[in-house]
C-alpha cells in the first residue's frame, strides 16, 4: 500500500457505497462507474473531467524535490528494504479518488465495479484500453497476480486484505473478488486501491537474462501503466521520473489537468537541516515544513524577500483527515503492561512548556485518535455510543461512563510539579518507588529505564526535553535517533521500547483499524499495531466499525473506540496543527481553487516555464 503524504499518508478505507451504473450497453447495467460514502456522486455517468482542475493545465516543466533517507529496491509490493518515492507515479490502481469529496473514486484502469447485496465478492471489469508501458493490455491475470504477491510478500496488505480469499478472472476483462465474511462494504472499495503490476513482466527474464524475482528487492527500473516511467536514477540518492507520452490514460477523465510536469526528481537527502538548505538555494522547488520554529524564523532568506519563493498555509488536507500523533511505549516490554506505568509518563509529559518553548505556541494538543474530526468522542457517551459500551461495560475501564478524557497540563512550575507528583503516585501504585535518585521496581529491584527511538533529528527538540521531566522522577529515559533505513527495520520488528508514531485517520475507518489496534496484528511484524494493543473490548469495537450496518452505528462504534483507547493509556499524545505548511518557487503554480480536500500537489499544478 503506498502512502505518500501528499494524499496524507492515509489509506481511505471507504464505508458505503452510493453509485451509478455505467451509460453503456445491458451487460454493464450492474456495473458502477465509482464508489461514495456519504453521498450520491458527484460527478455523473459521462464526466469530462474533476472540477478542480485547469484542463488548460501545459504539460512540460522539470520538478525538482527533497525526500529523507535512501532506498534499495524498486519493488512496490515486497515489504523489504527501503523503497523508492514516487513509484506511485508509476503504477496505476483500479480506482482513482477525487480529492473535491469525501471518501469517493472513479474508474482508472477499471471503468466499472459491481458486487452483490450481500457484498460477498466484487468484480471489476478493466478497460479496454488500459495498456502496459511495453504496450501490452492490463489483464484480470495481473490483477489476480497483484493481489496474491501484495498477500503474499506484505504483511501489512495481508491484514488489510484477510477477508478477501480469492481472486480470480471471470470475464475477459474482469477479474471477482471472493470475500470470506458478508456485509463488510469496505472491502470492494479499498480492492480499487490496489497497486497493479504486470504478472508477464515479473514473470520474465531481466536485461541481464537472468529470471525476475517479485520475492526480492530490484533496482532494475521496473514498468508500469501509469504516466510517468523510471528515466533515471542514482543508487539511494535520486530519482528521476519522466511523463510518458504513449500513456494509455492521458485523456481519460479522471486524469485531464493532471501530471502536467515532464520531469519529477527526487534528491535524497540524510539531514533535514541539509534538505532545507537545498530548498534555500533553489535545488529543491517544493518544501512541506514540519517544524513550527522553522516555518517562523527560518524563511527569512533572500528568494522569499524578494518573491521568488511563496508561502502558504493550507487546512485542505486536514478537512477530513483525523490525527494521531504520539510517543509509543511498546507493550512488548514488561514494564510498559502496567496501564499505571503508562498514565504516569503522560503526566510527565509538559505539553504546554514545551509548545511555549519550541514551537512558537503554534500547535494543540492531541486528545483523541481521530483528533480534529466528528469521529473524536467528547464528553461521557451517550445515545447508541452509551449503548454500545454498556453491551462491554465488564470488558473497559469503568471511568469512561463518567469522566472525560482529558490530558495532564502544565506549563507552569507548580503545574509541572503537580503532574510530576501524580505520576510518582501512579507509579507507586504500580509498585515502583524512588531509591536514591532512581525509579525501582519494589519487586525486581530494577530501574525503570527506557529508550526512545526517532527517525529524525528534528523530533529530539521535543523528546530531549521529556527525557529530562522523566529523569526528574528517576526514570532513566534515552533519547536514539537511527538513520531511516535502520529504523524502518526496527520499527517492522517492534524492535524499540518507545517511539514517535503518526496514525492518518480517514472519516472512513474501516479493515486497517484491526492493523492499527488489533490484538491479530500484535505479532505480525510489519504492522502499524506498534503499541502492542491486544484488549478484547477493542477487537469487538473493530468489528462493529467494519460491519456497522448505517453511518450512525459506525459513528458511535468509532467514538466508544475512540474512549476505550484513550482510557487505557495506551500513548502519551503529542500535539498536531489544522494546516499544511507549504513553501514553493513561484515558477509552480496551483489551479486558483485547490481541491476541497487536499493540496493536489503534484497532480494539478504545473510549471510556469511550460510552453
Not at 17 to 36: E, N, V, Y
Not at 283 to 291: G, H, L, P, T, V
Not at 377 to 402: A, N
Not at 478 to 492: C, E, K, L
Amino acid at each position: 500500500m503506498a502512502l505518500t503524504w501528499s494524499k496524507l499518508g492515509v489509506v481511505l478505507s471507504l464505508f458505503g457505497t452510493l453509485a451509478l451504473p455505467l451509460a453503456a450497453t445491458a451487460q454493464d447495467l450492474d456495473f458502477k462507474i465509482g464508489t461514495s460514502v456519504i453521498s450520491e456522486l458527484k460527478y455523473k455517468p459521462g464526466f469530462t473531467h474533476f472540477d478542480y482542475v485547469n484542463t488548460e493545465a501545459p504539460k512540460g516543466g522539470n520538478l525538482n524535490l527533497s525526500t529523507a533517507g535512501t532506498f534499495d529496491t524498486f519493488n512496490p509490493l515486497l515489504s523489504k528494504g527501503e523503497v523508492a518515492v514516487g513509484l506511485s507515479l508509476v503504477f496505476d490502481t483500479l480506482m482513482k479518488s477525487a480529492d473535491d469529496e469525501l471518501l469517493a473514486s472513479y474508474g482508472l484502469l477499471a471503468e466499472g465495479v459491481s458486487f452483490p447485496d450481500d457484498v460477498s465478492s466484487a468484480t471489476f471489469r478493466l478497460r479496454k484500453e488500459a495498456k502496459w508501458a511495453d504496450g501490452s493490455p492490463v489483464t484480470p491475470e495481473d490483477v489476480v497476480f497483484s493481489l496474491d504477491k501484495s498477500k503474499e510478500l506484505n504483511p501489512l496488505l495481508s491484514n488489510y486484505y484477510k477477508h478477501v480469499v480469492k481472486a480470480e478472472k471471470t470475464g475477459e476483462r474482469d477479474v471477482t473478488f471472493t470475500f470470506d465474511e458478508k456485509g463488510n462494504r469496505e472491502l470492494p472499495n479499498i480492492l480499487g486501491q490496489l497497486q497493479i503490476v504486470p504478472k508477464a513482466w515479473w514473470e520474465s527474464n531481466g536485461p541481464d537474462g537472468k529470471p525476475r524475482d517479485i520475492s526480492k528487492t530490484t533496482l532494475e527500473p521496473v514498468m508500469g501503466s501509469g504516466p510517468y516511467k523510471i528515466a533515471a536514477f542514482s543508487p539511494g540518492g535520486k530519482m528521476t521520473f519522466e511523463l510518458r507520452d504513449d500513456y494509455w490514460g492521458k485523456d481519460l477523465n479522471v486524469n485531464v489537468g493532471q501530471n502536467n510536469f515532464r520531469t519529477i526528481s527526487y534528491t535524497y537527502f540524510g539531514d533535514r537541516d541539509v534538505e532545507f538548505e537545498a530548498f534555500r538555494a533553489g535545488s529543491i522547488d517544493y518544501w512541506y515544513e514540519n517544524s513550527a520554529a522553522r516555518w517562523a524564523t527560518g524563511f527569512d532568506f533572500p528568494a522569499v524577500k524578494d518573491g521568488r519563493v511563496k508561502r502558504e498555509e493550507l487546512e485542505n488536507p486536514f478537512r477530513a483527515t483525523g490525527v494521531m500523533q504520539a510517543l509509543v511505549p511498546n507493550m512488548r516490554r514488561e514494564i510498559f503492561k502496567d496501564e499505571r506505568v503508562r498514565e504516569a509518563l503522560n503526566y510527565a509529559f509538559d505539553f504546554e512548556e514545551l509548545n511555549r518553548t519550541v514551537a512558537f505556541n503554534s500547535y494543540k494538543r492531541v486528545d483523541s485518535y481521530f483528533w480534529g474530526t466528528e469521529l473524536a468522542s467528547h464528553g461521557v457517551p451517550e445515545g447508541r455510543e452509551l449503548e454500545i459500551l454498556q453491551g462491554m461495560k465488564d470488558k473497559v475501564p469503568p471511568e469512561i461512563f463518567t469522566t472525560p478524557y482529558v490530558n495532564p497540563v502544565g506549563g507552569n512550575p507548580q503545574k509541572s510539579r503537580d503532574n510530576l507528583r501524580k505520576a510518582v503516585a501512579l507509579l507507586k501504585e504500580a509498585g515502583y518507588e524512588i531509591k536514591g535518585n532512581a525509579m525501582i521496581n519494589s519487586n525486581t529491584g530494577k530501574p525503570l529505564s527506557f529508550e526512545i527511538l526517532l527517525s529524525s533529528a528534528i523530533l529530539e527538540r521535543w523528546a530531549v526535553p521529556y527525557t529530562q521531566n522523566l529523569r526528574k522522577i528517576g526514570i532513566d529515559a534515552r533519547v536514539r535517533t537511527v538513520d531511516p533505513a535502520q529504523y524502518t527495520n526496527r520499527a517492522r520488528a517492534f524492535d524499540y521500547d518507545m517511539t514517535w508514531v503518526v496514525w492518518a485517520e480517514t472519516m472512513n475507518p474501516g479493515n486497517e483499524q484491526a492493523d492499527y489496534w488489533g490484538s491479530g496484528s500484535v505479532n505480525q511484524q510489519g504492522s502499524r499495531n506498534y503499541a502492542g494493543i491486544a484488549n478484547p473490548a477493542v477487537d469487538e469495537l473493530v468489528k462493529m466499525i467494519i460491519f456497522a450496518p448505517n453511518r450512525d452505528d459506525q459513528v458511535a462504534a468509532i467514538k466508544a473506540m475512540d474512549r476505550v483507547l484513550l482510557a487505557n493509556h495506551y500513548v502519551v499524545p503529542l500535539y498536531y496543527g489544522n494546516t499544511a505548511r507549504i513553501a514553493y518557487r513561484t515558477t509552480l503554480t496551483h489551479p486558483a481553487e485547490l481541491p476541497t480536500y487536499a493540496t493536489g500537489f503534484p497532480d494539478v499544478w504545473w510549471s510556469k516555464d511550460a510552453k
